[in-house]
């Protein structure tokens, strides 16, 4: 049985073994705290039997007027997990935040443009690719914005793609 709850201060020293993936992006302890602490509602791990970390996401909200919108900074599922639905279910539960309780137009993430699996799940999950950031990914490879729309969007206006890439000093940070 699966459990999916708030991620706590607890979990930081056992969710490492989630992070070996070459493909998910790992970062330091203040970066995960800042967000534990500022997003609480968009930092949520899944449990498995023993309380074994089966994967986790975190996300924040930003932006203003119609970009005002749910961000996924991180989604992981240890590979021992995969294939579940759990990652589905991870995004559902963000996405369902940003929708209904923080009226967010959208949600957004990036990809690496190499990791075919992850964007098919994410088509998938109803998110289509709005633009590419050239050398998003350490300076080397191509980032994938995607974006799924909500019910807030009606006109679906957030989801139109954008006709050519831009750089990573385009992007607008909140």
């Given amino acids: 049985m699966t459990t999916i709850r708030r991620f706590c201060c ?20 203040s970066f995960y705290m800042t967000y534990l602490a500022r997003w609480p509602d968009y930092f949520h791990v899944a449990e498995g039997p023993g309380s074994r970390v089966m994967g986790y996401i975190m996300g924040k909200v930003e932006g203003q007027g119609e970009s005002w919108h749910g961000h996924v900074t991180a989604v992981s599922v240890a590979p021992e997990y995969r294939r579940q639905q759990l990652a589905k279910k991870l995004m559902n539960l963000l996405e369902e935040i940003s929708d209904k ?20 799940m994410y088509e998938k999950l109803g998110y289509v690719i709005y633009r590419r950031v050239l050398r998003y990914y350490s300076g080397e490879e191509d980032g ?9 969007d009606v006109e679906k ?18």
């Fill in 10 to 29: 607890n979990d930081l020293l056992r969710f490492a073994s989630v992070n070996l993936d070459h493909l998910t992006e790992t970062f330091n302890m």
């Fill in 101 to 120: 309780i923080d009226k967010a137009y959208f949600v957004d993430l990036f990809v690496r443009a190499s990791n075919t699996p992850a964007i098919k």
């Fill in 144 to 152: 994938l914005d995607m974006r799924k729309a909500l019910s807030r």
């Fill in 157 to 174: 206006k957030s989801i139109i793609p954008l006709k050519r890439p831009i750089t990573p000093d385009e992007l607008e940070y909140d």
